[in-house]
């Protein structure tokens, strides 16, 4: 079973700034992409970031960069912070591993609420 553990989200105003972290084991961070979709009420579920252990990197187009993604090595953790965020970046953040035989794993899912 492969573990998606993850951290961060909330509250914030417009333009503001807020991270999320997803943990996974070392030998699934060593050798399998990881990042972040979302999926806001109504709408499907779209790519935010991921990043696989080379550090290739892949970005939604509504980016537009501000967000970053990154990979801490010291607690398997793969990093995404978003920056001047808009009330449309609004919606229930999930965590992603493409896995063992292209299996996609997710976390529960946070919420991060962009409101003043």
């Known amino acids: 079973q492969v573990q998606v553990v993850e951290s961060g989200g909330g509250v914030v105003q417009p333009g503001g700034s807020l991270g999320l972290s997803c943990a996974t084991s070392?030998?699934?961070?060593?050798?399998?992409?990881m990042g972040w979709y979302r999926q806001a009420p109504g709408k499907q579920r779209e790519l935010v970031a991921t990043i696989t252990p080379g550090y290739i990197r892949k970005f939604g187009d509504f980016v537009k960069g501000r967000f970053t993604i990154s990979r801490d090595h010291a607690k398997n953790m793969v990093n995404l912070q978003m920056n001047r965020l808009k009330p449309d970046d609004t919606a229930v953040y999930y965590c992603n591993v493409l896995g063992p035989g292209g299996v996609n794993y997710w976390g529960q899912g946070t919420q991060v609420t962009v409101s003043s």
């Open positions: 070392r030998e699934i961070f060593s050798f399998y992409p």
